[in-house]
């Protein structure tokens, strides 16, 4: 996958992700593009984390959608976070409530592990 920004606009709001912490980027997934909001999960509260990042990714998928852009948004997240975080149970409610769609990554290997569907996501 190669990076680069992307910015999402409607009417007066134009959004992009500060490149330096964090990426946002085009990708292409079965013939169709998406946007993926790549989110370390680094400090001492994983849940204000989490708050942050989803209130985001759900501001964008907004804005994608009130853009009528056909891209699909995923959240990408580091496998250790995923296996240990996003299993909560009340993470897992809130993901599935929200409806977020993840891209879980190897961070040392630099490869995607797996695309993870909140419906996939047993509470």
Sequence with gaps: MST??????YEDAQLCADLLAEKTLLAEQN???IVV???SFI????MRDFELALGQYIVY???LDLSEKHYAIYLAVKDTVFESFFQRK??????KRHQVEFIVFNNEQEEIVSWISSQD???
Excluded: G, W
Aim: proline letters at 4%.
């Design 4 to 9: 680069i920004s992307y910015f999402l606009q």
């Design 31 to 33: 013939n169709r593009t």
């Design 37 to 39: 909001e790549i989110k």
């Design 43 to 46: 400090n001492p509260s994983l």
């Design 61 to 63: 998928r907004d804005i």
């Design 90 to 95: 009340s993470v897992k409610a809130i993901v």
């Design 121 to 123: 996501m047993e509470k």
